[in-house]
């Protein structure tokens, strides 16, 4: 084959990289040209007439009519114009302008709650004497105290003794301290506790005494009639002092009060 122009081979290579040798076909067989831009104008106004002119021209019937004329040419305008922003949002208001039917804003403050009133009776007033009603006061607990001078023989001692139940054993140290039975005895009389039986332990320093009182005040008892208490205290010097207290007819807090008593009365010993 001749040479070829020099037109065609300079197209021959613009086309080497591209579709063309996929297609096998020059670009102006399958290649779309570029979509023109689409300019649209704003109409011109049209001419005026030989009247118009004499009323002052284009500017003069502008005016008289109310509308107004620009003398500038025409801009272009593309397909999409900017849209304008939306307004921001106002503030929320009810339907009836932001006021209420009372004439008062919905965003008023709400009143404060009423002060909470004192408690007075039913009736709205205090007692006939003009005071407040005075709030009566829990009694004072009765002092504790044993019946001086009380009395109760062997028989009747040890009836009791093996009828009524045992309370808890308590148990002090002993002062190492010489003791006497009369000491004792005296001691534990001075404070209405009397003694029925007592005694040295056979090859032993310890002494035993048996010991009554009845209670004068305190605690009421849980059954009507009289509170008594009996005991059995083991003292050793210098080693224990023991007690065991069997009570009748005593509530719980007077029995508790009655060993109190029973330990004061031996604070030489122990």
Not at 78 to 107: I, N, Y
Request: hydrophobic content about 40%.
């Amino acid at each position: 084959q001749e040479e070829m122009d020099q037109e065609q081979k300079d197209r021959i290579f613009e086309e080497f990289n591209t579709l063309s040798i996929v297609y096998k076909q020059p670009a102006s067989k399958y290649a779309v040209s570029k979509a023109a831009t689409f300019i649209m104008q704003k109409m011109a106004p049209p001419p005026l007439t030989g009247q118009e002119e004499d009323l002052g021209g284009g500017a003069g019937y502008g005016a008289s009519n109310g509308l107004a004329v620009s003398s500038s040419p025409p801009e272009p305008m593309g397909l999409l114009d900017e849209v304008p922003a939306a307004p921001a949002p106002t503030s929320s208001s009810d339907l009836l302008g932001g006021a209420d039917l009372l004439g008062e804003g919905f965003d008023s403050p709400a009143p404060p709650a009423p002060a909470a009133q004192p408690a007075s009776d039913l009736l709205g007033m205090d007692d006939l004497l003009g005071g407040d009603p005075a709030i009566p006061s829990a009694p004072a607990a009765q002092p504790f105290s044993l019946a001086l001078g009380a009395a109760m023989d062997g028989a009747a001692f040890e009836a009791r003794w093996s009828q009524l139940p045992t309370q808890p054993q308590q148990q002090r140290q002993a002062r190492p301290v010489a003791v006497t039975i009369g000491a004792v005895e005296e001691a534990c009389r001075q404070k209405g506790i009397y003694v029925i039986a007592s005694g040295a332990i056979p090859q032993s320093q310890a002494l035993k005494f048996f010991f009554y009182a009845r209670q004068a005040s305190g605690p009421p008892p849980p059954m009507p009639g009289e509170t008594w208490f009996l005991v059995e205290l083991v003292l050793a010097p210098g080693s224990s002092a023991t007690s065991t207290v069997k009570a009748d007819n005593a509530h719980p807090d007077a029995v508790a009060r009655f060993q109190s008593a029973l330990w004061e009365s031996l604070y030489a010993y122990v």
